[in-house]
């Protein structure tokens, strides 16, 4: 009985601590003009909830894709099936690594799990990528956000490298990622990533259509017609396209996940708590770092 009772208390603590691919967003509404609508080739067409409710491309993806070969921490070549894109991203592999990567208090398979072949990054030498690939819908995302910002100013490794990617399993997801990356080129989004958060989570405005979104930049100081290149722009379909791909290659199922240089995957269900897991992604960086 104890231990079928630490299970569903651990599994309870999972379910508490982040937002699922499985779980139903509000529809992106098609209400957008057709000069400033998302390209085809980047964005579904429009599903209903349940559609939404699909596996991530990983599991079925809609295109034909391309099996990369890479060498896991063994030294054994693995395969794995890569992102269609016109556009693959420019990114390192991080090197193997065969001591255990962490203290006794964090163990592999329950606290974190291999990303398995390891994944590029996009960092340099001497550099440890973090990455969190978060939805702006999502409640423990935006939960889970100031304590983010306050390792990153507070006590983040000067050597890490620390990188958002927004999830990409519908409508809804790529409607908020373009929304992230046509902030990030606008030179806005230090500035628009909490309110983009609060407007979502606490003022219940969905930024599900275009105008919704041109609206919420326009009311912070962003020109419409600036808004509607860079929201249409190439750079943000390329930016796009590499989400997608990494989405993909991670294998995401539910966000907030952490990815610490492209070898090690947790979440703070797994971690065992917010506390714990910033400690998790210190000890997995130290020991990408070499120390």
């Not at 509000?26 to 596996?55: F, L, Y």
């Not at 490794?157 to 990622?177: C, D, G, L």
């Not at 080129?185 to 500035?191: A, C, F, P, T």
Request: proline fraction near 7%; hydrophobic fraction near 35%.
């Amino acid at each position: 009985m104890n231990r079928i009772g630490a299970g569903f208390a651990a599994l309870m603590l999972i379910a508490l601590a982040a937002c699922g691919n499985k779980q139903e967003a509000p529809p992106a509404e098609q209400t957008a003009p057709a000069q400033t609508a998302a390209p085809a080739a980047s964005e579904p067409a429009a599903a209903t909830p349940g559609d939404e409710a699909a596996a991530p491309a990983a599991e079925s993806p809609a295109t034909p894709s391309e099996t990369i070969s890479e060498t896991d921490d063994g030294g054994q070549e693995t395969t794995a099936e890569a992102a269609p894109s016109t556009t693959q991203p420019s990114l390192r592999l991080g090197g193997p690594s065969n001591a255990s990567p962490t203290s006794a208090q964090f163990k592999e398979g329950a606290n974190y799990s291999k990303v398995v072949p390891n994944q590029p990054t996009s960092v340099g030498p001497g550099r440890v990528e973090v990455v969190e690939v978060f939805w702006y819908g999502c409640g423990h995302c935006f939960a889970l956000d100031p304590s983010i910002e306050s390792w990153r100013s507070k006590s983040k490794p000067s050597y890490v490298e620390f990188v958002r990617i927004p999830a990409m399993w519908n409508e809804t997801t790529r409607m908020h990622a373009r929304m992230f990356y046509t902030a990030e080129l606008l030179g806005k989004l230090e500035e628009l990533h909490a309110p983009m958060f609060r407007e979502i989570n606490v003022k219940g405005n969905q930024l599900n259509t275009v105008d919704k979104i041109t609206a919420f930049f326009r009311q912070n100081g962003v020109n419409a017609d600036d808004f509607q290149k860079a929201f249409s722009s190439f750079a943000v379909e390329s930016k796009l396209q590499r989400a997608d791909f990494l989405n993909r290659r991670y294998r995401i199922e539910s966000v907030p996940t952490v990815i610490v240089n492209g070898k090690y995957r947790t979440d703070i269900g797994m971690a065992g708590g917010e506390e714990q897991l910033f400690g998790l992604i210190g000890e997995l960086s130290a020991s990408e770092h070499g120390g």
